[in-house]
């Protein structure tokens, strides 16, 4: 069966819950072990004492190790990817930082691409430094040799331990080459040491791309966003193999970070709508791109479907690795941040606010919002400007988006 099939029902069985239909919350602590004997064998393959037994699973211990809700969310989430496991977080930024955290130590070497989401930004420039973990920075449009050349005259190629790529990039769209990147780590990859790469998949969700299908070694999601899609749980969510997810999974026991029971059911209620809901967001975000990209008070609309084939490897990219163009808009209003500020406050359907690819549309000011910690010289290399303004596309009537939109940009000439 088609994942958008299996979610109802994969993984839980009603028999082991009274028959409910739906997996309930196991708002549990703890959990009773049946015997000594049983409590010491999870234990072992808990703490990786020894290996699991053929059709052995990891038995409930404590909600800070496993719980169903969170154990049905993990599997469910990997059919959309075809992965082997999956870890969730209580936040985007958990599942981001526990990942940073466990693949990279003091004197390793960090790549990253341009632009990145503030706040991945700001822990690899500001917090990784402390742990004398170097950074290298490469951007959109840069060749692979150019790209070689930067951790080449880094001083530090020979510590390459982790490509960090977010693609979609936030709040550009540009483009990244994921099996370029991928192709990088490898070069740099030796017997003793292998180079891994990550991909933050947030702006496309498990259903526009794939980025395990194309070289990616795990795959990292602000689950609030379209995985969760109703603006009400905060989570985040990595993917990829058994191996690499069991260090994951490992740290963040540690790190008590995973997410909480009713997080997991929430997301499990999320996840059965999810198809629905970004098919209607794709589709409504290609009629107001087309709207935005022939209003004379919009400058420039930054929106993969706008790229033809004059735009050269940023549209080869899109056509191997996007599904679709995403839900995800920004332009550039005519003006500066005084025109762009009085068009989000004149909205009336869209809501000003932070966050993306939930059901209702969203706007928001990335230059002085999401963004506002990064580098002033490179947001602005960046195109990150005063002039640009985010949407997020949401399930409304796509006419009644596109009406707030226009009637907030008559109000800059007003």
């Known amino acids: 069966m088609k994942p958008e099939s299996l979610m109802m029902s994969y993984g839980y069985k009603p028999e082991l819950s009274e028959g409910a239909i739906k997996c309930p919350i196991f708002q549990t602590s703890t959990f009773v072990f049946k015997s000594a004997e049983?409590?010491?064998?999870?234990?072992?393959?808990?703490?990786?004492?020894?290996?699991?037994?053929?059709?052995?699973?990891?038995?409930?211990?404590?909600?800070?190790?496993?719980?169903?809700?969170l154990e049905i969310l993990e599997n469910r989430l990997t059919l959309w990817e075809g992965a082997e496991d999956c870890a969730v977080f209580e936040?985007?930024?958990?599942?981001?930082?526990?990942?940073?955290?466990?693949?990279?130590?003091?004197?390793?070497?960090l790549l990253i691409s341009n632009p990145l989401y503030g706040g991945s930004d700001h822990f690899i420039k500001k917090i990784l430094p402390k742990f004398d973990i170097n950074i290298a920075e490469?951007?959109?449009?840069?060749?692979k040799e150019e790209v070689i050349k930067i951790i080449e005259s880094s001083?530090?190629?020979?510590?390459?331990?982790?490509?960090?790529?977010?693609?979609?990039?936030?709040?550009?769209?540009?483009?990244?080459?994921i099996s370029c990147s991928k192709e990088i780590a490898k070069q740099f990859s030796t017997n003793d040491r292998e180079?891994?790469?990550?991909?933050?998949?947030?702006?496309?969700?498990?259903?526009?791309?794939?980025?395990l299908k194309h070289g990616a070694d795990l795959v990292l999601y602000s689950a609030t966003k379209y995985i969760g899609g109703h603006s009400d749980v905060i989570a985040g969510a990595?993917?990829?193999?058994?191996?690499?997810?069991?260090?994951?999974k490992g740290l963040r026991t540690f790190l008590g970070n995973m997410a909480s029971p009713n997080t997991g059911w929430l997301l499990l209620r999320s996840l059965e709508t999810l198809k629905a809901r970004m098919d209607i967001q794709a589709s409504n975000a290609v009629k107001v791109a087309e709207f935005l990209s022939k209003h004379p008070l919009v400058e420039k609309v930054y929106y993969p479907g706008n790229?033809?084939?004059?735009?050269?490897?940023?549209?080869?990219?899109?056509?191997?690795?996007?599904?679709?163009?995403?839900?995800?808009?920004?332009?550039?209003?005519?003006?500066?941040?005084?025109?762009?500020?009085?068009?989000?406050?004149?909205?009336?359907?869209?809501?000003?606010?932070?966050?993306l690819g939930s059901t209702e549309s969203l706007a928001e000011h990335p230059a002085t919002m999401t963004h506002s910690d990064v580098d002033a010289q490179l947001r602005k290399e960046l195109h990150i400007t005063e002039k640009m303004i985010r949407l997020s596309i949401g399930v409304e009537n796509y006419e009644d988006i596109i009406w707030d939109i226009n009637q907030a940009l008559d109000s800059i000439g007003n």
């Open 38 to 69: 049983e409590g010491k064998a999870f234990f072992e393959v808990a703490y990786g004492h020894r290996q699991k037994n053929e059709g052995e699973e990891l038995g409930l211990i404590y909600s800070r190790i496993n719980n169903p809700d």
């Open 91 to 109: 936040s985007g930024m958990s599942a981001i930082t526990t990942v940073l955290l466990e693949f990279l130590k003091p004197g390793d070497l």
């Open 155 to 177: 001083g530090c190629a020979d510590k390459l331990a982790l490509i960090y790529i977010e693609t979609p990039a936030n709040p550009t769209n540009d483009l990244i080459d």
């Open 238 to 248: 990595c993917l990829g193999s058994s191996d690499l997810i069991k260090r994951v």
């Open 307 to 355: 790229l033809t084939e004059s735009d050269g490897e940023q549209y080869n990219i899109k056509i191997r690795q996007c599904i679709t163009n995403g839900g995800m808009i920004s332009f550039d209003v005519k003006g500066s941040e005084s025109e762009a500020f009085k068009f989000l406050n004149a909205l009336k359907l869209i809501k000003l606010a932070v966050s």
């Open 195 to 211: 180079v891994y790469l990550a991909v933050d998949n947030t702006y496309m969700g498990p259903i526009w791309q794939h980025p």
């Open 138 to 143: 490469f951007r959109v449009g840069q060749a």
